[in-house]
């Protein structure tokens, strides 16, 4: 009996990424900054974007931020998000982008 086919996530392009993370920054729609900021996350982690600091602005904290091939700088507001909620956007972000 032949073994179920598993479907195996393709890993998330850190330059598309990045070209999305760069339209939602000149669309600047504040419905979309939690968006931002776990777009953000995620290419820290993959390395596309490197943390030059942080500052507060009327006491927001926001990430300096820039990309690792010269691009930004940006500034993303941090979203004071629990563990499990950029869990669960990081898991829809993904799904989106694989059907998309």
Known sequence: MPYPETTKKKPLDADALLQYFEQLTEDANPARETLRYVLALLLLQKR???????????????????????????QVRDQHLEPAEIEQLQNDLDAHLQIG
């Open 48 to 74: 596309r974007l490197k943390l030059n600091g942080s500052r507060n602005e009327d006491d927001v904290p926001f990430l300096e931020l820039s990309g690792s091939h010269g691009e930004g700088p940006f």
